[in-house]
């Protein structure tokens, strides 16, 4: 069992430029989540998605915006970068349930200059 | 809305000394606390989860929690440290009534350091 996988590890990317991550989720997992890891802070919630549906969203502009395919994975797109969207972009897969565990990815490491 | 605050952005220890990492939530009671560990360029692993069936909760590598109410605590305990526990360490909360892996709320966490 792979866990879940992100990709690409590392992304450099210039301001106002558009970026797009991408999360295969552990197998038997449906449901994604996104989290935006500043240098030195906690995970942020970005927003979880099910059934190919949106269904929670945090404190996050609509610049970023995601996707989940019926394989159930996930993609995640920054629009017009700003130098403080240079974060950890962490995945994390769980199974649809009450008392469940999320599992995380390394993460994706962005960088805006 | 619920949260957690981790007391000491960073804490030393000697090896083979007891580890105690301090979590508070906020005043509701949550339906799922969390601790998570990450270490150095990696993703975040799951040490631990409260569910309410027990308030110590034991998890891996030899950590435990206990949930104290009246004092809306969290701590992360390890009766003896471990070069190896150097890492940072996260607790969490879950946002969402509904499942236990949504919406998970971090602490601004704690670097744990062993000194030999």
């Known amino acids: 069992d792979a866990g879940v996988t992100q990709s690409p590890t590392h992304l450099i990317k210039t301001r106002g430029q558009q970026v797009t991550l991408r999360c295969s989720p552990k197998s038997g997992h449906d449901t994604v989540s996104w989290y935006q890891q500043a240098l030195g802070q906690g995970p942020q919630f970005i927003f979880q998605?099910?059934?190919?549906?949106?269904?929670q969203r945090g404190n996050f502009p609509d610049r970023f915006s995601g996707h989940q395919f019926p394989n159930y994975s996930s993609e995640l797109n920054v629009n017009a970068l700003l130098l403080g969207d240079s974060a950890l972009y962490l995945c994390?897969?769980?199974?649809?349930?009450?008392?469940?565990?999320?599992?995380f990815g390394q993460g994706t490491r962005l960088t805006v200059v | 809305a619920q949260s957690v605050t981790q007391l000491g952005s960073h804490v030393s220890v000697s090896e083979g000394a007891l580890v105690l990492l301090r979590c508070n939530y906020s005043s509701s009671v949550p339906p799922y606390l969390f601790w998570y560990v990450q270490y150095p360029n990696q993703g975040l692993q799951l040490l631990l989860k409260y569910t309410s069936a027990a308030t110590l909760v034991k998890g891996i590598n030899g950590f435990e929690a206990e949930f104290k109410k009246s004092e809306t605590s969290f701590h992360l305990t390890k009766p003896s440290a471990h070069m190896s526990d150097a890492a940072e360490y996260f607790c969490a909360v879950s946002g969402s009534g509904y499942s236990s892996a949504s919406k998970i709320i971090f602490g601004s966490g704690t670097r744990l350091s062993i000194r030999p």
């Open positions: 994390a897969s769980s199974l649809a349930g009450m008392n469940t565990e999320a599992f």
């Open positions: 998605y099910y059934e190919e549906e949106e269904r």
